[in-house]
Every structure is written in C-alpha cells, then in structure tokens.
C-alpha cells in the first residue's frame, strides 16, 4: 500500500531528533507519510540506515558525503540554504562542520543494507565556502568528491541526492558529462531546487526530478518554477529540522509537515491537493524503490 505523501529529504538521523526521532518515525508512520533519512558524512549516513532497518516500510535511508564537510567550518543556522529565520532549543545558531575524505569502501558496507535508497546527499555548495580558504582549491575538492559519490551510484544503480547550492550550471555539466557513458542508470533529485527553470529544464533532460521544502510557503520566489514544471518532474520534501513551512514556523519542522509543501504546490499549479499529493508520491516511489 503505498503512502498519503512521500517526504524525500529528511534529517530524523540528526542531532535534532535525538532524544525522540523514534517518536517522531511512529508519528510519521501513522499519517501515512513515508520518509528517507538523509546523510550528510559517515556517521549520520550510518544511523539513517540504523532507524530505516528498525521499520518494515516507509522509512528509508540515503547514505553519502555533504560539501559542508569536506573542509572544517562554522554554517549559521539562518544561513542554511534559505534557512528558518527562527531558531529553538533543537537548531543551535551555528554548527561546527567536522573534516571527513570520502571513503568508498565505507560507504559500500552502508549499501548492503535494503534500506539505502539513493547515494548523497552529495554535490556542490559555492555559498559556504569561507573566504579565509583557497576557494578554487575547495571547489576542486567539491568537485573531485562529488564524483567519487556519482561514481559510486552507477556501481550500485542507485538514484543520487543532489545538494546544490550556486553551482548550478557547474553541477549540470558534471551530469552531462557521465551521461553518455551511464545512461539510465545516472538519475536523481535536485533536492532544495535554489536555480531557475531553464536549469530546472537541463535537470529533466538528465532524468532528474526537482524537489521543493516549506520555503516555498513563505516565499513566491520559486511560484513560475513550479508553474512551468511537469508535475510528473517534481517530488516534495521537509529537509527537516529544518526550514519549517508555514503555519508552524518557529518549530522544529518534522516530515509530516510535508503536506503544507504539497498544499502550496496545488495551489501554484491550479491542482487538488489530491493529485499533487498522488502524483509526487509516485515519482518519489519510482526513482528511489523501484531501482
């Protein structure tokens, strides 16, 4: 039976969620809403898996590298990729990134398990690098291990979990370029889609979809994005804790608050609730448990 909505991206295996992220999952689970658990570096990826292997169905986990992580540095809370302009008890001000080298073998063992549905969230983020680093230096990293993660989806035939944040046009030409050699097997999602529609377009002709959070509740900025996008492209997502969409700003956001995303989606397109919330589910089930 499939579920109500689909929450692609989302964070239960952070801190944030610590003392209760099995209350959480239940809470989840019992409004038919699904979720995968997104990693970030080995130790979140690992504990994704972790929860998804305690729940027969509707959690899942997607295991990889963040860029935020490749070099030690302090991300502002309302600084994350259009983050909450509110903090609580659950989303300190800021957060110190810890180095890791990415580790293919490490993330190979993590694989084994069912639950791992896609490889990221990897990918590109020119906004946070700090000044006081070798940027061209930093990117090059970025790049080198953004491929090492697309390199690993096309050994497992799994979708990726693309971040991208002002690197949009860098990030289509990567894809692109193992296009030809990978074929169907190099798909994915443009999780937190930040870029414009002609990119979004590029996106599709790759086979990736483009997912939408709660921001697009409290801003119009993505409104002709959404408009001129098939429905049959687009997947919804929270990015919780993160990014709480309207009415529950202020809170720590949760996976069932995905509906919100797919109320404004509905609105956007001139659609039902219904047919956003069955369609999204859909392409969510196709690109990451159909593999």
């Not at 002709?205 to 509740?217: K, R």
Request: aromatic letters at 10%; one cysteine or more.
């Amino acid at each position: 039976m499939n579920p109500k909505l689909f929450d692609i991206h989302s964070h239960i295996n952070f801190n944030a969620f610590r003392k209760d992220g099995d209350h959480v999952i239940k809470k989840t689970l019992e409004k038919n809403v699904w979720t995968i658990l997104v990693g970030s570096q080995y130790d979140t990826s690992k504990r994704a898996v972790e929860y998804a292997e305690k729940y027969k169905e509707g959690i899942y986990a997607a295991i990889g590298l963040h860029p935020f992580h490749l070099i030690e540095q302090e991300i502002k809370a309302n600084d994350l990729e259009i983050e909450v302009k509110t903090t609580t008890d659950v989303s300190p001000m800021f957060f110190k990134t810890r180095t890791e080298k990415f580790d293919e073998q490490k993330y190979l063992e993590l694989a084994k398990s069912k639950k791992v549905v896609a490889i990221g969230e990897c990918g590109l983020d020119y906004y946070h690098i700090p000044k006081n680093f070798n940027i061209d230096e930093v990117k090059k990293l970025q790049i080198k291990t953004f491929e090492q993660q697309i390199e690993l989806s096309l050994k497992l035939n799994k979708p990726l979990m693309v971040h991208c944040r002002e690197a949009h046009n860098e990030t289509i030409e990567i894809l692109k370029k193992y296009k030809p050699r990978a074929g169907n097997k190099l798909r994915g999602d443009i999780h937190f889609f930040t870029g414009n529609y002609e990119q979004a377009k590029k996106y599709f002709d790759l086979d990736f979809s483009v997912s939408f959070t709660g921001v697009i509740t409290f801003t119009n900025d993505y409104d002709e994005i959404i408009k001129k996008s098939p429905l049959e492209r687009i997947m919804i997502e929270t990015d919780a804790p993160y990014v709480t969409p309207v009415p529950y700003r202020g809170k720590r956001n949760e996976p069932i608050y995905v509906k919100e995303v797919c109320r404004r989606i509905a609105e956007i397109k001139n659609l039902s609730f219904e047919e956003v919330a069955e369609t999204t589910t859909k392409n969510a089930i196709k690109m990451f448990l159909k593999n």
